[in-house]
């Protein structure tokens, strides 16, 4: 039976809601649950905010609408592995656990699975925008969304056809740009004069301030309006009064669960949605769903005398790496390293970012800056697509999880439409290619 009560000002409360993970997706989450009237906990084991979250480029790569595996990426494979200076790093003790994903990571380039991913990250990438500014206005942050333009840039002059053939590309599907070289590309972006041929400028690219700043921001308006924080890190989710374990076809409708690890006693909820990133995956082998998820490791560093060195986010269609001005300096973003949760740092991929954004920006390479290093973990399937679902027995139980490299990007419209699914609402969107059994 739901549970109805009402708050301050009269406003009806719906039931009671676990949020499971305080990175970008669960404090989106856990506020727009808020706005719908429900009362929520969020969980942690962390901070809010100092997951995969912390370390992004702070860019919202709206136009990134083609899934990692394609035929041309697996084409490529090998050769991006062997290059010491690649984007692609998979460590041979890791080789044996990432054999399943990877088998599943190739059956996701055929032409019926790539044409439905490339339709999920489509829908997801069109509405993300209008999601943001709907949730930053609601909490008064508006500001922290910047219209900065973004530039794709080409370092090679014999590279003018790929820039040509991905800019028809791009405008077949909707996404504006500009060809830019000479006086317009010094215009745009004059610390790049020396070393970049030609760009493809998207003027209607927006990044964030700063990733972290955001996430502190969403989860004080997220207390502020009466929600409670638990840091503790979540063991196990049971759907129905004492089931641990679903069985198929059955549908349980009851409290949900939630046993952490330093509470006798687990806490009881009406409804629950899991967040958690790239721990997901353990939390829903235990009732009873398997995903592929795999944890793939980012890298950063951010050089906060270099803040103003650039004006836009710079994508490498060459290097394969992003870098671009935040609040707290010039952050360089790359490396997709298939190496799970327990392996740590590798200090190679740190001086791969090294030497590629030297090459690009050689202001860079001074002894002198202050650079700082992080890794952390996005969570990714092999369809390059998020869960965006509830569980087949236990509606009450849901999941938003699995963006990738996009995680911030589709943050805010990812915890709409959850909260719509949850709620048995219309939504405008086709979930079906983000369902949890869909592997």
């Known amino acids: 039976m739901l549970h109805t009560e009402f708050g301050q000002k009269g406003k009806e409360v719906k039931a009671s809601l676990g949020v499971i993970g305080s990175g970008i997706i669960g404090l989106c989450t856990a506020l727009e649950a808020q706005r719908n009237g429900y009362r929520v906990t969020l969980f942690d084991r962390d901070e809010p905010g100092l997951g995969a979250s912390f370390g992004n480029a702070g860019f919202l790569a709206t136009e990134l609408i083609e899934p990692l595996s394609t035929p041309k990426t697996l084409r490529s494979a090998l050769t ?64 922290q969304i910047v219209k900065s333009g973004y530039l794709l840039v080409w370092e090679s002059s014999s590279k003018l056809d790929e820039a040509l053939k991905q800019q028809r590309w791009l405008s077949e599907n909707g996404i504006v740009t500009e060809l830019v070289q000479g006086e317009r590309l010094v215009e745009l972006e004059p610390a790049l004069k020396e070393t970049v041929s030609h760009a493809l400028h998207f003027p209607e690219a927006c990044r964030v301030r700063e990733p972290y700043e955001l996430c502190k921001l969403l989860f004080s308006s997220f207390m502020a ?10 063991k196990q989710i049971t759907p129905g009064t004492g089931q641990s374990s679903l069985k198929a076809g059955s ?33 829903l082998e235990g009732v ?24 836009h986010s710079i994508g490498s269609a060459e290097r394969k790496f992003v870098m671009g001005p935040l609040d707290s300096g010039l952050r360089v973003v790359g490396i997709t390293q298939l190496g799970g949760l327990k392996l740590g740092p590798f200090k190679h991929c740190f001086n791969i970012l090294r030497h590629n954004s030297y090459k690009l920006l050689p202001e860079l390479n001074n002894p002198s800056l202050n650079i700082t290093e992080w890794m952390g973990h996005r969570p990714t399937l092999p369809d390059s697509l998020p869960v965006i679902d509830r569980h087949p027995q236990c509606p009450q139980l849901l999941f ?22 949850m709620q048995n609402s219309t939504t405008k969107m086709d979930l079906s290619p983000y369902r949890v059994n869909r592997f």
């Open 400 to 421: 938003s999880f699995g963006n990738q490299h996009l995680g911030l990007t589709h943050a805010a419209l990812a915890a709409e439409l959850v909260i719509q699914l």
């Open 80 to 143: 991006l592995w062997l290059n010491p200076n690649g984007p692609l790093s998979l460590p041979l003790q890791y080789l044996i656990n990432i054999a399943p994903w990877l088998v599943k990571f190739i059956k996701a380039a055929k032409p019926e699975s790539l044409a439905s991913s490339r339709h999920g990250l489509i829908q997801l990438n069109q509405n993300s925008i209008g999601a943001w500014q709907r949730c930053l206005d609601d909490i008064g942050a508006s500001e």
């Open 288 to 311: 009873g769903l398997h995903v592929p998820l795999e944890a793939e490791r980012g890298y950063h560093l951010t050089i906060p005398e270099a803040g103003v060195m650039l004006n």
């Open 225 to 234: 309006r009466g929600g409670t924080f638990i840091q503790e890190e979540v």
């Open 251 to 283: 549908k349980i409708e009851s409290q949900i669960e939630v046993k952490t690890g330093t509470e006798t006693e687990p806490y009881s909820f009406e409804k629950v949605i899991v967040c958690a990133g790239a721990w997901s995956k353990k939390l």
